[in-house]
């Protein structure tokens, strides 16, 4: 198995990916997402891994997690992976993995692109509509009712049960609209910021 280029350590933040074998779509129905969620959800507690954000593509993933213990994002992914390659299999009749090999990550080691990161992921979406002419109306709106992304409990239409939306959000202000949060991940990510973001970014 070959080595890891990035190692976890407890009180770090990292930038989790992955995709399906070949591109091929991970999630192909309402329950799907559903189940991924659901163990998200028990083996993020189980494990010690504290979620930010999160994104659920057709063929991939994104993840912004806090490691709480040493070797807890190892185990919490080994565990996410293996039970939903084993529900996946059996459903679809499929054989072999389903995952592009081992998960990427990338260490978040300035606050400020903590925030920057989030707002990619949560903008992540929008790629379903690029083929669509993308009018700011029409990109917001996709992106604010997009069922499988965290973005959802930012904009208190899912409960707060399980994803740490404070501390991110208490960067922002909750009473001026131009310095919320909300105005910042709904506005367009410039180009200087997404050069950035590249360290902090899955090459795929």
Avoid at 30 to 51: A, C, H, I, P, T
Avoid at 105 to 121: G, Q, T
Wanted: charge should be positive.
């Amino acid at each position: 198995m070959p080595y890891r280029q990035t190692p976890f350590t407890s009180g770090q933040y990292y930038h989790l990916y992955n995709r399906g074998v070949g591109k091929r779509e991970l999630f192909k129905e309402k329950n799907d997402f559903l189940r991924f969620l659901e163990k998200m959800q028990l083996y993020s507690q189980e494990f010690g891994v504290e979620f930010f954000c999160f994104c659920l593509i057709p063929n991939h993933f994104h993840f912004l997690v806090l490691e709480k213990i040493d070797g807890s994002i190892s185990q919490f992914m080994q565990k996410l992976g293996v039970s939903y390659a084993m529900y996946f299999n059996l459903k679809y009749e499929n054989v072999g993995p389903i995952f592009q090999g081992r998960f990427k990550a990338k260490l978040i080691d300035k606050e400020e692109y903590l925030l920057h990161l989030s707002r990619y992921i949560h903008q992540n979406p929008a790629e379903l509509i690029a083929s669509i002419e993308r009018k700011p109306a029409e990109f917001v709106s996709f992106i604010r009712k997009y069922p499988w992304s965290s973005y959802l409990f930012y904009l208190d239409l899912r409960k707060k049960t399980w994803v740490n939306t404070k501390f991110i959000s208490d960067y922002f202000s909750r009473t001026i609209e131009r310095l919320s949060y909300r105005n910042f991940v709904e506005s367009p990510i410039l180009a200087g910021e997404i050069e950035k973001l590249k360290p902090y970014l899955i090459d795929i």
